[in-house]
């Protein structure tokens, strides 16, 4: 887990390798700084707000939040000290990213529940990839037992236009 903390003019008295990382940058490089000045898009976020409620209640806060300049999401438990603030985090962007990824797969489970044909399911399945996982490159392959191959049925256009048409393979290939 990621930790550091600040004196009461909100300077970085403390950070862990880990923090540091997290951060994209060195412990020696935040030591002594000011978050604010450091971080300036988080005084608009919720960092900026709970920091400052624990620091004026003396009650620990724990929130979640998004952080854009790094594309990271964080869950955050910080809690006053006798000469500032103690903060725990660490990373939680790869579950927020599932989080929000769930919606589109429950409609994709749908469409495919709904569909009449295996074909139309290929292609959903290939849509659900380029949309929710951002995969580009992608084929669905239906096994033809008349020739014992795998045929491609559904590809994203990316791929097409990439690589061109796909070829039959053979089972095991």
Do not use: C
Not at 43 to 68: I, K, M, N, R
Not at 85 to 113: N, W
């Amino acid at each position: 887990e990621a930790y550091l903390s600040f004196d009461a003019d909100w300077n970085f008295t403390y950070i862990n390798e880990r923090g540091a990382g997290m951060l994209g940058t060195t412990r020696d490089d935040l030591v002594g700084e000011n978050v604010w000045d450091v971080f300036p898009e988080a005084s608009d976020l919720e960092y900026h707000e709970q920091y400052t409620h624990a620091t004026a209640t003396g009650e620990p806060v724990s929130f979640e939040e998004y952080y854009e300049p790094l594309d990271l999401w964080t869950s955050n438990r910080a809690y006053p000290t006798d000469d500032g603030l103690a903060v725990f985090f660490h990373d939680i962007t790869e579950r927020k990213r599932y989080e929000e990824m769930l919606p589109g797969l429950l409609r994709t489970t749908h469409e495919m529940m709904q569909a009449e044909a295996p074909e139309e399911i290929a292609q959903q399945l290939v849509a659900a990839t380029e949309d929710l996982l951002a995969l580009d490159l992608s084929v669905v392959r239906f096994y033809d037992a008349d020739v014992d191959e795998l045929l491609p049925v559904a590809g994203t256009v990316t791929l097409s236009e990439t690589l061109g048409d796909r070829p039959n393979y053979p089972v095991g290939e």
